[in-house]
Nanobody, 126 residues
Framework: QVQLVESGGGLVQAGGSLRLSCAAS????????MGWFRQAPGKEREFVAR????????YYADSVKGRFTISRDNAKNTVYLQMNSLKPEDTAVYSC???????????????????WGQGTQVTVSS
């Protein structure tokens, strides 16, 4: 069983920055593909970013490319999402997720992930 706990959300003005953290339990964190997803009110959950087990490969949704950076520290069992130049449309509940297999075909699909955190609210005011 893997537990994921997000932190770092809050209220920020447009153009501001936030850094989200996701702390994971378990001794095999370094073998997981990790992802960040978000869900705005009335909308479906959508992919934001993902990172390979080693941190060597990252991938972003077009809507956040160039503004958000995903990273991980396997020694701390933590994955981060640095969010810069925030926009009101970034307002959502942000959740991290862990995929325990590295052989799935599409890690931008939420169905590739086995464990989810409870989410943290990010609100960007205009």
């Amino acid at each position: 069983q893997v537990q994921l706990v997000e932190s770092g959300g809050g209220l920020v003005q447009a153009g501001g920055s936030l850094r989200l953290s996701c702390a994971a339990s378990g001794r095999t964190f370094s073998s997981y593909v990790m992802g960040w997803f978000r869900q705005a009110p009335g909308k479906e959950r959508e992919f934001v970013a993902r990172i390979s087990w080693s941190g060597g490969r990252t991938y972003y949704a077009d809507s956040v490319k160039g503004r958000f950076t995903i990273s991980r520290d396997n020694a701390k069992n933590t994955v981060y999402l640095q969010m810069n130049s925030l926009k009101p449309e970034d307002t959502a509940v942000y959740s991290c997720a862990a995929a325990t297999s590295n052989t799935r075909t599409n890690y931008s699909d939420l169905r590739a992930y086995d464990y989810w955190g409870q989410g943290t609210q990010v609100t960007v005011s205009s």
